[in-house]
């Protein structure tokens, strides 16, 4: 079937660690999303990425890293740098057919707990 | 700039009672799009609609239906004959068409419990 999948679903991570969640989908989207979403507070926008080798910053990109290098897979990586990283993290897809919206797909998340 | 605001942050009703959530969102942009996601316990956010802002057409689906007014910014979800599978949190969300990016903004969400 085709669809988004994230790993781990939970993710405990002592204070100060990287820790790297994994993205993938076969969908042939080519645009792929980061989001946090905290209690309360919607969902937020961390990184996304249009194509291959390309990515841009969202509106809470600080403390965070991507990467795009295959259309599949866009990992994202949480630094010691993330001041609050305890959250649940969802990925997401479009087709990105340009010129309209198009619906972004989502993942099932992962949890992640600083301990 | 681009705002949605999803005034109901928590609705109870009970099994078989009728249902709104409200959506009133903000844009500058003539061309946009609105969407709404359903985000079960589970946690994976379901797409459920989108509409672009030239169509006003209101739109059913089952037990779904939702009410688009251009005149009032809103673009209301109305559950029929809720079910306790409805419980769940939903998401109102805005594109402007001019970000050729698919950047969508979300509310904050409303919490649906569908009591027994």
């Known amino acids: 079937d085709g669809g988004i999948t994230q790993s781990p679903k939970y993710l405990f991570r002592k204070e100060g660690q990287n820790v790297t969640l994994s993205c993938e989908q076969n969908?042939?989207?080519?645009?792929m999303y980061w989001y946090r979403q905290d209690p309360g507070q919607g969902l937020r926008l961390i990184y996304y990425?249009?194509?291959?080798?390309?990515?841009q910053k969202g509106d809470i990109a600080e403390g965070y890293s991507v990467s795009r290098e295959k259309k599949e897979s866009f990992p994202l990586t949480v630094t010691s740098a993330q001041k609050n990283p305890t959250a649940f993290y969802l990925c997401?897809?479009?087709?990105?057919?340009?010129?309209?919206?198009?619906?972004?797909?989502f993942g099932p998340g992962t949890r992640l707990t600083v301990l | 700039a681009q705002k949605v605001t999803q005034a109901q942050t928590e609705i109870s009703v009970v099994e078989k009672e009728d249902v709104t959530l409200d959506c009133v969102y903000e844009?500058?942009?003539?061309?946009?799009?609105l969407f709404w996601y359903k985000q079960p316990p589970s946690g994976e956010l379901v797409f459920l609609i989108r509409?672009?802002?030239?169509?006003?057409q209101n739109e059913i689906s089952g037990r779904y239906s939702w009410n688009f007014q251009k005149s009032t910014s809103s673009f209301n979800f109305t559950i029929t004959a809720s079910q306790v599978v409805d419980s769940a949190v939903y998401f109102c969300a805005l594109s402007e068409a001019r970000n050729r990016d698919d950047k969508i903004i979300f509310g904050k969400g409303t919490r649906l419990h569908i009591l027994p």
């Open positions: 509409r672009n802002s030239f169509d006003e």
């Open positions: 997401a897809s479009s087709i990105n057919s340009g010129g309209v919206t198009d619906t972004q797909y």
């Open positions: 990425s249009q194509i291959v080798n390309d990515f």
């Open positions: 844009t500058r942009d003539t061309t946009y799009y």
């Open positions: 969908l042939n989207h080519d645009a």
